[in-house]
Structure formats: structure tokens, C-alpha cells
């Protein structure tokens, strides 16, 4: 029950999720990669979602709360 947007912006998540797991690329790196055009968007949209910030997650080793 998701709307287009909505949609995408799981996706790119998803996305950036993987990026944090697989690789060291800075989290400005890993907004862009993820098709993120304004990094503290991101940030928001990614703390939003997933209910840590970008680098907990990374620090935590990717594991999902």
C-alpha cells in the first residue's frame, strides 16, 4: 500500500542499505549511489525508515532493528 513515491524512496533505501553493508563509501557517497540528490534528505528519509541514522546502521554491521 505504497504510492510511486513512496515506492521509490523504499527502493533507494533498500539501496543505500546495501551500500552501507558492502562498502566504506562515505554516507555522501552512499546518498548519491543510492540516487539521493541532497544528502540531509537522506539522512532524514533513511532514519525515517529504517529507525537508526546511516551510520549507526553502518556501525551496527548492517544489522536491521
Known amino acids: ?3 510511486i513515491s ?3 524512496s523504499h527502493l533507494r533505501i ?3 542499505r546495501e551500500l552501507l ?3 566504506n563509501l562515505p ?3 552512499v546518498a548519491f549511489g ?3 540528490q541532497d544528502v540531509s534528505y537522506f ?3 533513511f532514519h525515517k525508515q529504517v529507525g537508526i541514522s ?3 546502521y553502518r556501525k551496527q554491521g548492517g544489522l536491521d532493528i
Request: aromatic share 8%; net charge positive; proline share 4%.
Open 14 to 16: 533498500t539501496k543505500a
Open 43 to 45: 539522512v532524514r528519509t
Open 6 to 8: 513512496q515506492y521509490v
Open 1 to 3: 500500500h505504497m504510492n
Open 27 to 29: 554516507v555522501t557517497e
Open 34 to 36: 543510492a540516487g539521493f
Open 54 to 56: 546511516p551510520l549507526q
Open 21 to 23: 553493508r558492502m562498502t
